[in-house]
C-alpha cells in the first residue's frame, strides 16, 4: 500500500474553479491506477478521473468531461484534479485511491465504487453553492 494525502478542497460559488492535490508516497516505480472518486451524502461513492502512471493516460467520468482533467507531476509524487465549471452536483467529498498496475485505469472499472482500491487517502471536502 501506498500513503495518499489529499488537500485543495474548499467552498466555491457555482461556476468556480478549484484543484485538489493528492501527495504519494511511492517507494517503487511500480506503475499505478491513480483514481479520484467522490462521495456526495445518501449517494454512492463513484469514480471521476483516472490516471495511469504507466503511460500517463488519463480517463474521466461522463458527468464532468469537458470541466475537469487530471494530471500528474511526477517530481513531487502528485496527482491532480483540475475543476472548472463546478456546479452543485460537484459537492462532495473527494478521495484519491491507487491500484497496483494497469487493470483498473484499463478495463473501466476505476469508475465504479472503488472496492478493487489497494489505498486510500482521507479525503477533502468540495462544496459548491448558487
Known amino acids: 500500500r501506498i500513503q495518499l494525502v489529499e488537500s485543495g478542497g474548499d467552498s466555491v460559488q457555482v461556476g468556480g474553479s478549484l484543484r485538489l492535490s493528492c501527495v504519494a508516497s511511492?517507494?517503487?516505480?511500480?506503475?499505478?491506477?491513480m483514481v479520484w472518486f467522490r462521495q456526495a451524502p445518501g449517494k454512492e461513492r463513484e469514480g471521476v478521473a483516472a490516471?495511469?502512471?504507466?503511460?500517463?493516460?488519463?480517463y474521466l467520468a461522463d458527468s464532468v468531461k469537458g470541466r475537469f482533467t487530471v494530471s500528474q507531476d511526477n517530481a513531487k509524487n502528485t496527482l491532480y484534479l483540475h475543476m472548472n465549471s463546478l456546479k452543485a452536483e460537484d459537492t462532495a467529498m473527494y478521495y484519491c485511491?491507487?491500484?497496483?498496475?494497469?487493470?483498473?485505469?484499463?478495463?473501466?472499472?476505476?469508475?465504479?465504487?472503488?472496492?478493487?482500491?489497494?489505498?486510500w487517502g482521507k479525503g477533502t471536502q468540495v462544496t459548491v453553492s448558487p
Open positions: 511511492l517507494e517503487t516505480r511500480d506503475p499505478y491506477c
Open positions: 485511491a491507487a491500484s497496483l498496475g494497469a487493470h483498473d485505469c484499463y478495463s473501466g472499472s476505476w469508475s465504479s465504487n472503488g472496492r478493487s482500491m489497494d489505498s
Open positions: 490516471f495511469y502512471t504507466g503511460d500517463d493516460s488519463t
